[in-house]
């Protein structure tokens, strides 16, 4: 599982070097400051991410990482197509018209071309990556066919025998008609979410024909379940429901090929045996597709500890899949932060005390926490559903029973956070919706150590706590399963962050910044948040109804004692935590609630807490936040370009070095990936 944050953003100076890693001027490759922001567009803003002491490590460290980084990047393709079917058509047609439009390029309609394919880019499709809605083009139907016709026909994704016009009107009502694939995962209730969702998951089916199909596969009895529908794609063949499998020589063979060829190089110079061998498990599974050799892979992946450089690769994380059960692909290319590593060994120490006093029912309290990893690490390579827009924090896997029996890994993103974290300050934003001065002077003296804590907390020991009840089925909750995993995971480290072992082990020094993160996460989940929504829109992000239904539904829980006051001053809306104490009480009542929720498989009860707390919102309070956030000139969202690896090679060769340039035009690297590493086709 992942973890999200809303972060503003303004510009920060340091030193580095720079390569245009595209189409642009290299001029910005002569200065010497290190800008973070490097492109601004709609509600993105994308920055850069060093790679700090990366000249310290081993040759062979580096080798390993360029080999797992050109892996990372080979699999752009799959994650495009996942998103929407005919995305990889449409970026191929982008890319031809700006690379060979030969008509005027100035003019206020090919700027909001350029604008709507810089969204489409960062986006991996036509869908908001957070919201899921697709994508209102700022020019006409005529300004896209006049593109098109002013485009080089050779370089147009023309299916055989189509003409230039005919890919103009398949393609026009898909990106001009608002009604047509309108969200790429629709989850509102109700809905047959198969249906109403644009992904790329599932064709001619529908959802009581995909539950039923996946049942019937399913068995209760078995205490080690395989991820069943985790890599294919459900269709209807001859009226039967049936899978198109994910692998070589099946649907994305020819990107799937590729990452193999680079985890084979990678395989040969892996930092241990044990690495080589899972290396070895992951390319079988590239192979066959066999969700067993998955398992295994990731058993002895999990137990894999205490590396200098890891990763994650394959089909992992399912919020893009509307019943939680098809995974997209991604990696991350890491090495560790050695020092900074320290703060998580304290916690992973000390796990299994707090899973003992966790405020949870104790029949679903793990008897014996088995292999917490934690590591903060430095991010290398991003790709897939990490790229452009990171995660902070990633604990993985994801099977139960795997983190039962073996363990499981996090990983808090250092290099990730700090980038966002430098281009947050002096944006504003405290001043405009904390409370008081007090809570902005703590939010600055302790917002990035807090921020850390929860991170780490979330991950390490969030989703790591608790136990399923025998016989539970572990895809019970469906739809809901993700938000109440993330409302899990966030109320563990938000109620043991006020805990007195936190300064006892040496975390914190007072409970001081344990009161800057729950004045942040209450403040997030009840306003700034919904910056990030359209104006009648519900929320639908995972991540952003777990922080919804966590903070609305301890407000309400809390109102005889006003734990939380909600404060209108000069027109503008405010909360202000009076009681710490027994906000942190609250926490603990909720996590107990969700745990057992989950422990349990209580599906209505799952529904009705995501619906109840954290799906609508109070349309005269969303046009006040939208407004204030509007007039601090910030982005909502953020993602990175990534850095641009060189290596250096001997006279027989052999990888010696690793060079590393830090890449400043967005639009440049985009359009140096679909060069570099298309292998899908277009249809």
Not at 63 to 90: H, P, T, V
Not at 378 to 406: F, K
């Amino acid at each position: 599982m992942k973890k999200y944050l809303l972060i503003g953003t303004i510009a920060f100076m340091g030193t580095a070097m720079f390569t245009s890693c595209g189409q642009a001027d290299r001029k910005a490759a002569e200065e010497s400051e290190f800008t973070y922001e490097v492109d601004r567009f709609g509600d993105i803003s994308v920055l850069k991410y060093r790679l700090p002491a990366f000249e310290q490590l081993t040759a062979g460290e580096k080798e390993f990482i360029y080999y797992l980084s050109e892996a990372a990047l080979c699999g752009r393709d799959i994650f495009w197509d996942q998103n929407f079917k005919y995305n990889l058509a449409i970026r191929k047609t982008i890319e031809a018209i700006i690379d060979t439009y030969n008509g005027d390029r100035e003019s206020d309609d090919y700027k909001a071309f350029i604008t709507y394919a810089k969204r489409v880019f960062f986006a991996n499709g036509i869908h908001h990556h957070y919201s899921n809605d697709k994508f209102v083009p700022g020019f006409s139907s005529d300004y896209f066919a006049s593109l098109i016709r002013g485009s080089d026909v050779s370089r147009l994704p023309l299916k055989e025998g189509q003409s230039a016009d005919q890919l103009t009107e398949v393609l026009t009502p898909i990106l001009f008609d608002p009604s047509l694939y309108a969200k790429k995962v629709d989850q509102s209730e109700g809905t047959d979410m198969i249906t109403a969702s644009a992904n790329n998951f599932y064709e001619g089916v529908t959802q009581v024909e995909a539950e039923a199909y996946y049942a019937a596969l399913a068995d209760p009895e078995d205490p080690r379940p395989v991820s069943w529908g985790l890599n294919t794609k459900v269709v209807k063949s001859d009226g039967k429901v049936t899978e198109i499998p994910w692998k070589s020589g099946g649907m994305y063979g020819p990107a799937i090929d590729k990452i193999i060829f680079w985890l084979e190089k990678a395989r040969n110079v892996a930092m241990s045996d044990t690495q080589k061998k899972e290396l070895d498990l992951l390319i079988d599974y590239y192979r066959t597709a066999d969700l067993k050799t998955w398992d295994d892979y990731n058993v002895l992946w999990a137990g894999n500890t205490d590396l200098s450089v890891d990763y994650i690769n394959g089909f992992i994380e399912t919020y893009g899949d509307p019943l939680g059960m098809k995974a997209t692909w991604e990696s991350v290319v890491d090495y560790k932060d050695t020092e900074a590593s320290k703060r998580t060994g304290v916690i992973t120490e000390n796990a299994q005390w707090f899973e003992d006093h966790s405020p949870v029912d104790p029949q679903y309290r793990k008897e014996k926490v088995t292999g917490v990893a934690a590591s903060v690490i430095n991010v290398a390579m991003l790709g897939g559903d990490c790229y452009p827009a990171s995660p902070l924090g990633i604990n993985l896997p994801n099977s139960n029973w795997i983190r039962a029996e073996a363990g499981s890994k996090s990983v808090t993103l250092a290099n990730i956070t700090d980038a966002k974290d430098i281009v947050a300050r002096g944006s504003g934003f405290l001043e405009e919706f904390a409370f008081d001065q007090a809570e902005i002077d703590r939010a600055v003296k302790w917002g990035s150590l807090s921020d850390a804590l929860h991170t780490d907390m979330h991950e390490c020991i969030g989703h790591a706590s608790g136990k399923l009840a025998p016989g539970t089925d572990p895809n019970a909750l469906k739809n809901y399963a993700s938000p109440l995993e993330e409302m899990r995971a966030d109320l563990f480290a938000l109620y043991f962050m006020m805990d007195p072992k936190m300064t006892e082990i040496g975390l914190m020094t007072s409970d001081e910044p344990a009161k800057a993160q729950y004045d942040n996460y209450i403040r997030n989940g009840f306003l700034t948040q919904i910056v990030r929504i359209l104006p009648g829109k519900d929320i639908e992000q995972a991540h952003m109804r777990c922080r919804s239904s966590i903070a609305h539904w301890v407000y309400e829980k809390g109102k005889n004692d006003n734990v939380i006051e909600v404060v209108k001053r000069d027109g503008k809306t405010y909360v202000r935590i009076n009681d710490y104490q027994k906000l942190r009480i609250l926490f603990g009542d909720m996590l107990k609630e969700v745990q057992r929720i989950k422990s349990e498989g209580d599906f209505a009860a799952g529904k009705n807490m995501i619906e109840n707390y954290g799906v609508r919102i109070d349309q005269d309070l969303h046009k006040e936040i939208l407004a204030r956030y509007a007039g601090l000139n910030l982005a909502p969202y953020s993602g990175f370009v990534n850095p641009v690896m060189t290596p250096v090679t001997d006279s027989d060769g052999r990888i010696t070095d690793v060079k590393i340039e830090y890449c400043s035009d967005f639009l440049g690297q985009m359009m140096d990936y679909g060069r570099k590493y298309s292998f899908l086709p277009a249809w």
